[in-house]
């Protein structure tokens, strides 16, 4: 997407709440990083060491934290605020709500509709999408070139759906959510009964996915639908791409989760948990509310209070940190034993 914008000094002191320093009516046409800003652009920093690079930096407006202690170059102004992450965030938004205003709403004449389809007002639905029968898209929805919805499918008011997603039957997504590309949701969750023989029997996966509002879900992210009834992903869910999601889980509201998650069928995870990238979770278990979770921790059994967990199977965070240190110690702890072996068996000799 485009980082054009049209502002002043002036009004991103005003969007930032801070304090201007230097011209203040230089026009800003885009948002750089400030390892490669040039005049015209604004820029930010907000950790000490990324100051070095004020030295070197043409951007003719750059947003700073409050108390740090610089100048700004001829012609170039500086922004001094609380927070200049959240400032350039705010500008941020401000370009995609800008960006998404310009979209013009069409149908593209090769998209495949059903005839009992309902589409709202002001949808955009790209080429070669296939809509399935009894869908509802709800106002402002935008479907990018090539989803396909299977029958039954609800989509949400202003909700994004980039190319590629299929929505497999019954799949109910929220308002405000943002589906990235080659997503697939509600797909057949893994479920065989084995026989006698080693071989294996197909249980029907009769259920569907059900995701509430805000959610966004990362690309090539795929969320089995569930044996009978949902499978849940709650309101404000942050999904990254590469995630796993077996069937009949639930996921809770505003929990976060990284890359390359893997949660196994029917558990269930609370409330603002943090799941770091690589975490595995068994089936069938069930995590608290506000629950952190580190990179690459294998959660092998339900955890019930809050805090930060690590290691395989996962443990509270600074017992897992002292076994860690114990391990790390191992080679010496060994080779401390062999030299008092040595010294016993001398001993015994003597």
Request: hydrophobic fraction near 40%; glycine fraction near 8%; include cysteine.
């Amino acid at each position: 997407m485009k980082t054009n914008i049209k502002l002043t000094p002036a009004e991103i002191a005003g969007i930032a709440n801070g304090s201007l320093f230097g011209p203040d009516a230089t026009p800003i046409t885009k948002v750089s990083r400030i390892e490669v800003a040039k005049a015209g652009d604004v820029t930010f920093v907000s950790r000490p060491e990324y100051e070095h690079y004020l030295d070197d930096c043409q951007a003719s407006c750059v947003i700073i934290p409050k108390g740090m202690a610089v100048v700004p170059k001829a012609n170039q102004s500086f922004v001094e605020c609380d927070d200049p992450y959240a400032a350039i965030v705010k500008i941020l938004k401000l370009i995609a709500v800008a960006a998404k205003h310009e979209r013009k709403a069409d149908i593209h004449r090769s998209a495949i509709i059903a005839n009992n389809a309902k589409v709202g007002k002001n949808v955009s639905i790209g080429a070669r999408c296939v809509i399935g029968n009894n869908c509802i898209i709800a106002n402002n929805a935008v479907l990018m070139p090539n989803v396909v919805l299977y029958d039954d499918v609800i989509i949400g008011e202003n909700t994004e759906i980039n190319s590629n997603v299929v929505c497999y039957q019954e799949t109910i997504v929220g308002k405000n959510c943002i589906i990235h590309s080659g997503a697939v949701i509600g797909a057949d969750g893994f479920g065989f009964v084995e026989n006698e023989d080693g071989s294996y029997e197909k249980i029907p996966q009769l259920g569907n996915v059900v995701i509430g509002d805000d959610v966004e879900i990362g690309a090539n992210t795929t969320i089995d639908r569930a044996l009978m009834n949902s499978t849940v992903i709650e309101n404000g869910a942050k999904i990254d791409n590469l995630v796993h999601i077996a069937h009949n889980c639930i996921i809770g509201e505003n929990t976060a989760m990284a890359a390359q998650v893997g949660i196994s069928g029917s558990s269930k995870i609370g409330k603002r948990n943090r799941i770091g990238g690589q975490v595995g979770i068994s089936g069938h278990l069930t995590l608290g509310d506000d629950i952190i979770l580190a990179a690459q921790s294998g959660v092998a059994k339900s955890i019930k209070d809050k805090g930060m967990y690590f290691g395989a199977p996962a443990k509270e965070r600074m017992q897992a940190f002292k076994i860690e240190a114990c391990i790390r110690r191992l080679p010496d702890i060994a080779a401390d034993i062999e030299i008092l072996k040595k010294a016993i068996f001398k001993q015994n000799e003597m």
